[in-house]
């Protein structure tokens, strides 16, 4: 089975830098909040140019700990209805939430001038939303940017994760740095922030025999995955390389075929984290990729208004993608024979 994300051949490639790294890790004890914590926050402050990052135990705690830092509790919050549903059901469970389209691509689209006190935008499949437009429309509204997907991807040259009053950014299996469970991570610029996102990771205090001062979750990173990440940053460029470039070679040879390939908008540029094309066959293309011994996925199936929010129900945008997206493997580790097998399977089904 062609895999759509490869775990061993990731494990093949960082093992000589973690093995010793878990040993340090398990020999010192400290396996929450350490060295590799310190280091990463350091690297995605230097991607990004923030000042603060906090890592923490998930993309979906990030989003937590966000709203709650911010707080963004009993409030309107604006939010995509298409997306990965943590990106909408963090801000729903505490929140009035108000459900917005997305265009053909998955961004949300935000066509006249909103009152809420906070949005969430999802730089979906690594394309960057257009944040100015966000802002033009949502004036003073708190900005959480969803970057859970889009590390090392540009919105007009500033990299995706540098904007907003805060930004999140996620790490798992299938993330732009894959890892052996999950972390996230708050990068933001204020530094009146700082005891507040603490806090917020901490369970509303700033240390075990601190007072309770805030509400709060168990936001706390642990080091066997910091350290996946720290290694896998030091390739962040070579992997988004190699993704780029089996891509664009997709783009190319399947231009004559009736699919639609979801790009990064204007003046973006994204970082592939996911080959997305939308065919009216989805459902059978993916059958017949699994039975010829390639893994796909349906990126994303979900209509939130069906559950989240109130409002406008009729989504025209959210239900055509929710079945016609298939993601197909473009990760780092595919060889060129793997590249050609599915790239002639895809041809041969639309061929016939």
Request: hydrophobic content about 35%.
């Given at each position: 089975?062609?895999?759509?994300?490869?775990?061993?051949?990731?494990?093949?490639?960082?093992?000589?830098?973690?093995?010793?790294?878990?040993?340090?890790?398990?020999?010192?004890?400290?396996?929450?909040?350490?060295?590799?914590?310190?280091?990463?926050e350091e690297q995605l402050k230097d991607i990004t140019g923030r000042k603060h990052c906090r890592l923490t135990t998930s993309g979906t705690t990030a989003i937590q700990?966000?709203?709650?830092?911010?707080?963004?509790?009993?409030?309107?919050?604006?939010?995509?209805?298409?997306?990965?549903?943590?990106?909408?059901?963090?801000?729903?469970?505490?929140?009035?939430?108000?459900?917005?389209?997305?265009?053909?691509?998955?961004?949300?689209?935000?066509?006249?001038?909103?009152?809420?006190?906070?949005?969430?935008?999802?730089?979906?499949?690594?394309?960057?939303?257009?944040?100015?437009?966000?802002?033009?429309?949502?004036?003073?509204?708190?900005?959480?940017?969803?970057?859970?997907?889009?590390?090392?991807?540009?919105?007009?040259?500033?990299?995706?994760?540098?904007?907003?009053?805060?930004?999140?950014?996620?790490?798992?299996?299938?993330?732009?740095?894959?890892?052996?469970?999950?972390?996230?991570?708050?990068?933001?610029?204020?530094?009146?922030?700082?005891?507040?996102?603490?806090?917020?990771?901490?369970?509303?205090?700033?240390?075990?025999?601190?007072?309770?001062?805030?509400?709060?979750?168990?936001?706390?990173?642990?080091?066997?995955?910091?350290?996946?990440?720290?290694?896998?940053?030091?390739?962040?460029?070579?992997?988004?390389?190699?993704?780029?470039?089996?891509?664009?070679?997709?783009?190319?040879?399947?231009?004559?075929?009736?699919?639609?390939?979801?790009?990064?908008?204007?003046?973006?540029?994204?970082?592939?984290?996911?080959?997305?094309?939308?065919?009216?066959?989805?459902?059978?293309?993916?059958?017949?990729?699994?039975?010829?011994?390639?893994?796909?996925?349906?990126?994303?199936?979900?209509?939130?208004?069906?559950?989240?929010?109130?409002?406008?129900?009729?989504?025209?945008?959210?239900?055509?993608?929710?079945?016609?997206?298939?993601?197909?493997?473009?990760?780092?580790?595919?060889?060129?024979?793997?590249?050609?097998?599915?790239?002639?399977n895809i041809k041969n089904f639309f061929n016939g």
């Amino acid at each position: 089975m062609i895999k759509f994300v490869d775990l061993n051949r990731c494990w093949q490639e960082l093992k000589a830098d973690l093995l010793p790294a878990y040993d340090e890790i398990h020999t010192s004890g400290i396996v929450s909040n350490g060295k590799y914590r310190t280091l990463v926050e350091e690297q995605l402050k230097d991607i990004t140019g923030r000042k603060h990052c906090r890592l923490t135990t998930s993309g979906t705690t990030a989003i937590q700990g966000s709203l709650i830092a911010w707080n963004i509790l009993r409030k309107k919050v604006a939010c995509t209805n298409y997306s990965y549903v943590a990106s909408t059901n963090q801000a729903a469970l505490l929140n009035d939430v108000i459900l917005f389209d997305v265009n053909e691509n998955g961004n949300v689209v935000l066509d006249s001038d909103i009152e809420v006190d906070a949005i969430i935008p999802v730089s979906l499949f690594g394309n960057p939303v257009d944040y100015d437009k966000i802002s033009s429309r949502t004036g003073n509204a708190k900005i959480i940017a969803d970057c859970a997907q889009s590390l090392g991807s540009k919105y007009q040259g500033a990299p995706d994760g540098s904007l907003g009053d805060c930004s999140i950014f996620s790490f798992a299996t299938n993330k732009p740095i894959p890892t052996a469970g999950t972390q996230g991570a708050i990068l933001f610029d204020d530094d009146d922030m700082v005891e507040k996102v603490s806090r917020a990771l901490g369970n509303g205090k700033l240390s075990r025999n601190s007072s309770i001062e805030s509400f709060g979750i168990n936001g706390s990173s642990y080091e066997l995955q910091a350290a996946q990440i720290h290694f896998g940053l030091k390739r962040l460029q070579q992997w988004q390389n190699k993704r780029k470039q089996i891509s664009e070679y997709y783009v190319s040879e399947f231009e004559d075929l009736p699919i639609s390939i979801i790009k990064a908008e204007k003046d973006c540029d994204t970082n592939w984290h996911k080959f997305v094309i939308k065919t009216d066959s989805r459902d059978s293309l993916c059958e017949f990729l699994k039975q010829r011994g390639i893994d796909s996925q349906k990126h994303y199936t979900d209509n939130f208004a069906q559950f989240f929010g109130s409002g406008n129900k009729h989504m025209p945008y959210t239900e055509k993608l929710c079945k016609t997206v298939l993601s197909i493997p473009n990760n780092q580790w595919l060889t060129d024979q793997e590249v050609e097998k599915i790239t002639t399977n895809i041809k041969n089904f639309f061929n016939g």
